[in-house]
């Protein structure tokens, strides 16, 4: 399966006979289990049943259906999932370093500080890891806080997760979408986990670009080695909230890049993984609550941002509910605007899940749930050639040759070409559609 593994190290976590461990990939840009499920000796299959990404497990709808299904006023939606209630708004004291209104920051203090949890498993800055990035257990606010803020790249949480089974306690866990349905199989299949983590709160996430992403940028914009710092989300206060920048940093020097000058990087899917192409969940439906940015035009013009969060729990529900600090602004909002939020993911994960084409390799691809609209030239020729930009940045700027950068160009250009196209047919259409 590791043409669809996007490395989250579950794997190597649950495995009852510690024969796997995560690699760093250099070609692929991101990691790797040492052993797959094919070449393991013991043959027990924990890890594959762990993995969210085999084709044979259980897919999004049937692990949320067990989880939430039966919980009392819980409502359901084809793309939102299940949830008890939706909110928008912002943590006052946590905005300013957060990626968006820092509800997930405050939200996992608050869990820390009432004794629901001993620790908080998230992603942090760490020099030392290929990525820049690694899963830390947080254990107070100050780490906590530490951790806030994006992160566009790959982390494996196997060291994490052992640390958890070896010592007892209650985590959370946050976590993307595959890697929070890889959390609850893996749950299911470790009793001591499921005992362990009491939380999983969930980031909407449209894709996750390999290293190579860093690569490009520092290479072929700041004509730099790999920086020793990365920043995904620097928030200016002069620019509305979707506007913000990356800042690559060295130990003498930073430079800040434009995130609307680059931002074909991921409409085109530039350095996405493989796996992205093979995930229907946008709202990380199997996390207990789901976070993201509010990209509706009335939160946008904040550049401090705001956050969206969709809850399944009841006792998160609460302690969004039970509101006693000034500082909190959070109001219930319409489910309906927390999809409109999204519609771009929602574009790319459900809508683009029909006209994909199978992978090369004819291995076997997930059960994906595809929303139903009427068959368009437009959208395969979209599918595809996003997909092929894929491929063809996988290896893209990996080796340092610079002609990789060269490939990911001329595959940039014949991408401009299908989006006239697209504009074209869609004008088209409109014209030859019969008025009423």
């Known amino acids: 399966m590791n043409h ?9 976590a649950i495995c009852p006979h510690e024969g796997i461990r995560m690699r760093f990939s250099q070609t692929y840009g991101c990691y790797v289990p040492s052993v797959s499920f094919e070449e393991c000796e013991e043959g027990c299959g924990v890890c594959a049943r762990a993995c969210p990404f085999a084709p044979d497990n259980p897919n999004t709808v049937d692990v949320t259906e067990r989880l939430f299904g039966e919980k009392q006023d819980i409502r359901h939606d084809d793309v939102l999932g299940y949830y008890l209630q939706t909110f928008a708004g912002y943590s006052a004291e946590h905005r300013l370093k957060s990626a968006s209104g820092g509800l997930l920051t405050r939200m996992l203090e608050s869990l820390l500080s009432r004794g629901e949890i001993d620790g908080a498993i998230c992603v942090g800055h760490d020099p030392g890891s290929p990525t820049l990035f690694d899963f830390r257990i947080c254990s107070n606010a100050e780490d906590i806080r530490s951790c806030s803020g994006s992160c566009y790249q790959p982390v494996e949480m196997s060291r994490a997760l052992r640390q958890v089974l070896d010592h007892d306690g209650r985590f959370a866990v946050v976590a993307l979408p595959c890697t929070a349905r890889g959390l609850r199989l893996a749950m299911e299949e470790n009793p001591e986990l499921r005992a362990r983590i009491r939380f999983i709160l969930g980031l909407v996430c449209g894709q996750m670009k390999s290293r190579h ?19 995904f989300r620097l928030k200016r206060l002069n620019r509305p909230a979707n506007d913000y920048a990356f800042r ?27 796996a992205c192409d093979y995930c229907d969940d946008v709202f990380c439906e199997c996390a207990d609550a789901a976070f993201m940015d509010a990209w ?20 998160l529900l609460g302690l969004l509910n039970q509101v006693d600090d000034p500082g909190l602004i959070i109001d219930r909002i319409d489910p309906g605007k927390v999809i409109l939020s999204q519609a771009g993911v929602i574009h790319q994960k459900r809508r683009m899940a029909a006209y994909r084409p199978v992978p090369v390799h004819s291995k076997h691809i997930p059960r994906l749930r595809m929303a139903q609209w009427k068959w368009r030239p437009d959208y395969a020729l979209e599918a595809w050639m996003k997909s092929r930009i894929r491929c063809m940045t996988e290896y893209g700027v990996h080796g340092n040759t610079g002609s990789g950068a060269h490939l990911v160009g001329l595959m940039s250009s014949a991408w401009n070409m ?3 196209f697209i504009e074209l047919a869609a004008h088209v259409r409109r014209i030859m559609r019969p008025r009423a």
């Open 296 to 315: 509706l035009p009335e939160y946008t013009a904040d550049p401090l941002g705001h956050s969206l969060v969709i809850v399944r729990n009841e006792v």
């Open 248 to 274: 690559l940093n060295w130990k003498d020097d930073y430079l800040d890049i434009e995130k609307n000058g680059r931002a074909r990087l991921w409409g085109e899917r530039w350095f996405t993984l493989e």
């Open 213 to 231: 992403l860093v690569e490009y940028l520092s290479r072929n914009i700041a004509h730099r080695e790999f920086p020793t710092e990365v920043s």
């Open 4 to 12: 669809l593994c996007m490395g989250c190290g579950i794997c190597a």
């Open 418 to 420: 299908v989006k006239t």
